[in-house]
């Protein structure tokens, strides 16, 4: 009872903010992604009755306090939902940096969903594996699915799974993300909990449904423009919402800033299709198309940041035996 799971960490378009309930992590509205490829996850689980208790360990250290509690809580469901009791032994590795804002949790429980689901021999559709994931991190569900990935919003697992978009293979294909690493430490559950507590955030609930059917439509249309374009405005009104809970929480650093600016200045004086996004932390999305990466990273650069560069990624999946952890 040995698997092991590959997953790629998502970019938020439209983001969801704020949880309706917190232990199954169930949110207020719809979202939608893409996974960033090449950076990824790796997982291996083994469900073994000669260990005496669940050994978590990630990145090369055993982990205790909220995390262990949030990976723990995605394992028992799958015990539950296998009718076993085993003890666990999990590893999982990730190729890029986690907690700066570049989607760490979602490839993590992505890659954890599909390898204990594997290891318990349940047989399910990445739809229903994402609900397993979901539980320790709604974005994800959306990386089970990966591609363009929608979660819906809803009160059961019947409605608040993942789906993959179609989208034209022109879109897929032509997309380029250069990363704008800024390291500086970010709490993606404490930015929830400011967003709900915001007086922004009811306008936020009451705008989202129309962002959500504009952004299928351009991804239906394979509208590059008008989907980054979208992904651009809803970052700076999940920002905003967050800015103005109790805590006045601003997480964006100036080098944050000085890319946003880079990429305005790319669009306006060379006409460059480029557009910024960010999720919860101050590390920056920057999307353009394969004809400009290169100037588009070399501008970002320019920023004195690392950068990273990725092209859209594909769903979660099973590995081989001989790339097990161990």
Known sequence: MKATALAHPIQGLIKYHGMREEKRRLPYHDSISLCTAPSHTRTTVEFDDTLDTDVFVIDGEEVD??????????????????DIDHPVRFESESSFPTNVGFGSSSSGFAAAAMALA?????????????????RGSSSAARAVTGGFSHLRNGLNDRDCRS?????????E??????????RSYKETEHAHRE????????????????QIAQMRDALADGDFRRVFELA??????LTATTMTGPAGWVYWQPE???????????????????YFSADTGASVYVNTTAAFVD????????????????SVGGPARVLEEDEALF
């Open 163 to 171: 789906e993959r978009i179609a989208v034209p293979e022109e879109l």
């Open 232 to 237: 651009e405005h809803d970052t700076l009104s």
């Open 65 to 82: 306090g909220r995390a262990q509690e949030r990976v723990t809580h995605v394992v028992d469901h799958v015990r539950t939902l296998a």
């Open 118 to 134: 594997e290891a318990a021999e349940l047989d399910l559709s990445r739809p229903e594996i994402s609900t397993i994931a979901r």
């Open 195 to 210: 967003a709900e507590a915001s007086h922004m955030f009811d306008a936020r609930l009451a705008h989202i449904h129309g």
């Open 256 to 274: 944050t800033i000085e890319i946003f600016n880079a990429v305005r200045e790319l669009r306006s004086e060379e006409d460059v299709p480029v």
């Open 295 to 310: 100037r588009v990273e070399e501008a970002i650069e320019a920023c004195g940041v690392e950068t990273r560069r990725w």
């Open 173 to 182: 294909t032509d997309v380029r993300i250069v990363g704008g690493l800024v």
